[in-house]
């Protein structure tokens, strides 16, 4: 016999999606409010620049950011046509290609970042003490997520915002 959740845990599940689906709407409310594109530009940019040559293939930039492939796609074709990252033919199997960061690219992911950490700090880290906010991460690294690669964002960022 399978064994049902809890109410506590269907009520941390039920928390757990209206929590990240109202976050993530106001972060991308203070980034539209700052004149910027969506967060998910900010992603695949961020992504783009932490890679050793600032390109990626379109598969592996899908899998580090977690969103379907059609969506890669299209915002691929955008972050192109406005600039930010080029399309370069794989110089060993011709039918594929990488996807390069471009200055602009660079450029638009470091001022994005000002308002990004802004947003952080306005929704989560005014509501959560530091002691918290590590307890939190605890909680959700049992879950399967690794806020030690958040940890390594927010020091990155930091590095070179300065």
């Keep these: 016999m399978k064994r049902k959740p809890s109410t506590e845990a269907t009520g941390a599940w039920i928390r757990l999606m209206r929590v990240q689906s109202r976050v993530l709407a106001a972060v991308e409310q203070d980034l539209k409010k700052a004149g910027f594109p969506p967060l998910a530009w900010y992603d695949a940019l961020l ?16 899998r580090q950011m977690l969103i379907p492939q059609y969506s890669t796609s299209r915002l691929i074709d955008r972050l192109v046509d406005e600039g930010l990252a080029v399309r370069r033919e794989c110089k060993i199997d011709k039918r594929g290609q990488f996807i390069e960061i471009t200055e602009a690219g660079r450029d638009l992911q470091k001022r994005m970042w000002a308002a990004y950490s802004a947003a952080i700090e306005k929704h989560i880290g005014s509501k959560l003490s530091d002691v918290d906010a590590a307890k939190l991460c605890a909680l959700l690294d049992r879950l399967g997520c690794s806020c030690s690669q958040a940890q390594q964002l927010s020091a990155g960022e930091s590095a070179s915002a300065r």
């Design 47 to 62: 992504e783009l620049s932490r890679a050793p040559s600032g390109e990626l293939r379109p598969v592996e930039l899908e």
